[in-house]
């Protein structure tokens, strides 16, 4: 069964620090995979998303996610937290096919600390 | 565009108790999404529009909930009767397609229902 798991329910990171966010998926097919990020009292918005090419993708806000085939994961990483990086973090993963929705992992939720 | 647009923002009720939650899509979308998101189980797609027809309603928990689209710009997604267990936040999508890769889902803020 397709399904994706978020490992850390919550991380906090100091300021200025460097941030992974682990997900790992399990599909029976190539993936599409995706990064969400929900900021308090917003929508969920796209970060960035991968299908095949470079497995280092660059997103938006400064994030990067690195899709690794063999350990079927694919984590989000910014070089450097700002305190407006608070939010919780979606991974998910999606089909080729029209109509197949997104399954979602349960979220990291991110705290920054100064 | 001002996004997608849900109301209320907060919604409190009493058990049994009729609940109607509202979603205006981003102007130009043919397809909406309703989301149930809780601690359990994560985000959970209920049910999508494609031109406001209903496409696949699996997701629907149950009886209780109903949607409709009765145009372009609305949407309603309602509880009746509501249980403490439908206690959750509720989000409404829209996107141009239904490709997840190339047709970028929009999310609307969600409503937070509880229901005591």
């Known amino acids: 069964a397709q399904s994706v798991t978020q490992p850390d329910i919550h991380i906090t990171v100091s300021e200025g620090a460097s941030l992974e966010l682990r997900c790992n998926y399990s599909?029976?097919?190539?993936?599409?995979l995706f990064w969400y990020v929900q900021s308090p009292g917003q929508g969920l918005q796209l970060l960035l998303k991968?299908?095949?090419?470079?497995?280092l993708v660059q997103g938006i806000k400064g994030f990067e996610a690195e899709f690794k085939r063999s350990q079927s994961s694919f984590n989000l990483r910014k070089p450097s937290v700002h305190w407006s990086d608070a939010a919780e973090y979606f991974c998910a993963v999606g089909a080729a096919q029209a109509g197949t929705a997104l399954i979602f992992g349960k979220g990291t939720t991110l705290s920054v600390s100064s | 565009d001002a996004g997608v647009i849900q109301s209320p923002r907060h919604e409190v009720t009493e058990m049994g108790q009729e609940v109607t939650l509202r979603c205006k899509p981003i102007?130009?979308?043919?397809?909406l999404f309703w989301y149930r998101q809780t601690m359990m189980r994560g985000l959970e797609l209920l049910i999508y529009?494609?031109?406001?027809?209903?496409?696949?309603d699996s997701g629907m928990p149950e009886d209780r909930f109903s949607a409709k689209m009765p145009n372009a710009s609305f949407s309603t997604l309602k509880i009746q009767p509501s249980e403490p267990r439908d206690s959750a936040v509720y989000f409404c999508a829209s996107s141009s397609g239904f490709r997840v890769f190339t047709d970028t889902q929009y999310f609307g803020p969600g409503t937070r229902l509880t229901v005591l």
């Open positions: 991968y299908f095949s090419g470079d497995t």
């Open positions: 102007s130009g979308h043919d397809y």
């Open positions: 529009f494609n031109n406001n027809v209903p496409i696949d």
């Open positions: 599909y029976g097919a190539t993936p599409y």
